[in-house]
């Protein structure tokens, strides 16, 4: 048979293929198994050339968005949920709702810091990086371990827009285990695509209703 020729098949030889592939007579190669939504990529993948076997399309297979979720929330969800649980009650109340609104978006605006919340949130935030310090001194790649999940994400804004705040640029370097994690969160290909999508940085300012209505008082 010449390379490329489409031979028709009848009923009868794919059920007798059929029946092959049942009793594991020939096994052919896979190289991925893809969902409905990976359709118009497997085309381009296909002509680009290249693949080791073939793309078998899996009707009951979810979206490659719900399979990195999965991913994202495989491993020790018990733990996961305590940093996701951290970041909500302490990180970002802390980080965000007190030192970078004061430090960077109110300034930004032309509204004068109030020096009490900061004062009040910065022993917060020492304990916020001890504790995730400690989380990773032993080694570890990211929160769980060597996997990525829900809570490097969750903490990753948080660490990166605090860092715009002064008191950061003293803070972080006493840090290191955390100063290397962000960087390898930095460093991954999706990270770099979404940094370089982003709009320079300006005022926000919808957030002048925030100094009237959620600023905390001290």
Known sequence: MRRGRCIPLGFGRIWSGSGLLAARAIRPRVAERISFDEVAEAHRRIEAGGLDGKLVLCPDLPSRRDRAVSRLRSGNHPHMNQWIGAVNSYYYPYMIYHVSHERNVFPQLGIEPDEKVVEHALPKVEVCL??????????????????????????????????????AQAIYPRFPSICAWRERMEALPTLKRFRAAQPPRGPIEHARRWAVSHRPKY
């Open 130 to 167: 001890q504790v995730m310090e400690r989380e990773l001194a032993d080694g570890k790649e990211f929160m769980l371990g060597p996997q990525l999940s829900l809570a490097d994400f969750y903490l990753l804004p948080i660490i990166h827009a605090f860092g715009f705040a002064p008191e």
